[in-house]
Nanobody
Framework: VQLQASGGGLVQAGGSLRLSCAVS????????MGWYRQAPGKQSELVAI???????NYADSVKGRFTISRDNTENTAYLQMNSPKPDDTGVYYC??????????WGQGTQVTVSS
């Protein structure tokens, strides 16, 4: 199983950015996906999670601004980041969490929000 994250970059506060995470090497979509982020000097934070049934949960810090979605036909998850703030700056890691406990990670993509 491999995860390929993309879409990071530099964005102005109040703009928008979309991250993608494509999963390969699987034959079923029965797994959850999500995004963590790691900012310098801060603990890693679970940003958003989406189940195989497309139920989603968000960190309080991003509710109302970020939207996680997935395309099960493409085994790809997306994190739409609207109105980002400088505090959203960090390396974003996607993951896929399978029912038997296996968890796989993408390589991380840097998001920098300028004020």
């Amino acid at each position: 199983v491999q995860l390929q994250a993309s879409g990071g970059g530099l964005v102005q506060a109040g703009g928008s950015l979309r991250l993608s995470c494509a999963v390969s090497g699987i034959i079923s979509s029965a797994f959850s996906m999500g995004w963590y982020r790691q900012a310098p000097g801060k603990q890693s934070e679970l940003v958003a999670i989406i189940t195989s049934g497309v139920g989603a949960n968000y960190a309080d810090s991003v509710k109302g601004r970020f939207t996680i979605s997935r395309d099960n036909t493409e085994n790809t998850a997306y994190l739409q980041m609207n109105s980002p703030k400088p505090d959203d700056t960090g390396v974003y890691y996607c993951y896929a969490d399978f029912p038997l406990g296996d968890k796989y990670w993408g390589q991380g993509t840097q998001v920098t929000v300028s004020s």
